[in-house]
């Protein structure tokens, strides 16, 4: 079976006041060896409505003929997913840019594995049809709806920023996906901070209109998160290789079947075929080299948030890196 290669990127001091996390456990610091019966084990892994890995994967059949056992499990965004593996629940997650920030700033015990990209497009900030907004700069005073720790919060702080704004100047009203729609809908707030696919279920069934998107501002970066109880496991190692190769197979196929794809992505998860093609046209995520220039533009992500005074402290997010399982 394959094993990850290569061992933990080398940790370089802080440039603020933050400390890094502590040193991840020795296996991290360089490949689990030995032979390893795959049949023996399960990888579990953290999905999520808006990134849909186990619907991807079904569709594309790269969940046949599997050498282990794979454990999904569903939750609501990317920061309760690093919550998770940081405890040991599962192992692996993908998540947007924001909640593997959140979880270095807290400490998790996590590593960041892979990269992916994305157009940003999909990341928005919504107003109702009849909304008299047009802009970040009219927010200022307003109620807007965001998943804190998301890559929407993120977005958000961006822009508000650009228009030469902070998160002081409007009133952010922390929801999760399905309440930020409803808030949205019923009026009660202003603008909603939302990702694909519920920015595109919102332009589709109520009409809300994108006065920003992250592409403007933000980097459309996700990311692999793995618990390090799981990264010195040489098992779950040598399946998060294999499930990598699986995943980017995947995402191929997907990009080449888009009208396939999208019905059956409809179907599964019950949204509109519209909606369904308008977020795989702008958000299918692509694995890319977790690289210099990949880990600079969240490090100014986080600091970003460290000014705002939205994170304790400085993180270091390099510091949080393992280039182990980067194949590119």
Not at 9 to 35: F, I, K, L, N, V
Not at 79 to 107: H, K, R
Not at 259 to 277: N, P
Request: charged share 25%; aromatic share 8%.
């Amino acid at each position: 079976p394959p094993r990850p290669r290569g061992g933990a990127r080398p940790r370089r001091a802080p440039r603020g006041g933050r400390r890094p996390a502590g040193p991840p456990p020795a296996a991290t610091e360089a490949a689990p060896s030995g032979p390893v019966d795959l049949s023996t084990v399960t990888l579990k892994v953290g999905d999520q409505k808006a990134i849909s890995i186990e619907v991807l994967m079904k569709a594309s059949g790269q969940l046949e003929n599997l050498p282990y056992k794979i454990e999904f499990s569903t939750f609501t965004a990317g920061l309760p997913l690093v919550e998770a593996a940081s405890a040991g629940g599962i192992d692996i997650a993908q998540t947007g840019n924001t909640p593997v920030i959140f979880g270095a700033a807290a400490d998790a015990d996590v590593r960041v594995v892979g990269a992916l990209s994305a157009t940003g497009k999909g990341d928005a900030i919504l107003v109702g049809k009849d909304s008299a907004i047009g802009s970040v700069a009219a927010l200022k005073g307003k109620k807007v709806a965001v998943f804190k720790g998301s890559s929407a919060n993120a977005n958000l702080l961006l822009q508000l920023q650009k228009a030469g704004l902070s998160l002081r100047d409007v009133e952010p009203v922390y929801l999760a996906p399905a309440d930020g729609y409803a808030a949205l809908t019923r009026g009660d707030v202003d603008a909603w901070a939302t990702w694909d696919p519920y920015t595109a279920i919102a332009e589709k069934e109520i009409g809300a209109k994108p006065i920003a998107t992250a592409d403007q501002a933000a980097n459309g970066y996700n990311f692999w998160a793995a618990g390090n109880k799981a990264l010195g496991d040489a098992g779950k190692s040598a399946a998060i290789v294999d499930f990598f190769q699986r995943y980017a197979a995947a995402t191929r196929w997907s990009s080449e079947n888009l009208d396939l794809w999208s019905t059956k992505y409809a179907e599964l998860t019950q949204i509109s075929v519209d909606a369904s093609r308008t977020t795989w046209t702008r958000s299918i995520k692509e694995p890319i080299a977790l690289d210099d220039k990949v880990i600079a533009s969240e490090q100014e992500i986080a600091d970003a948030f460290t000014e705002a005074k939205a994170i304790p402290g400085k993180v270091d997010f390099e510091s949080f890196v393992d280039t182990r399982f980067d194949k590119r």
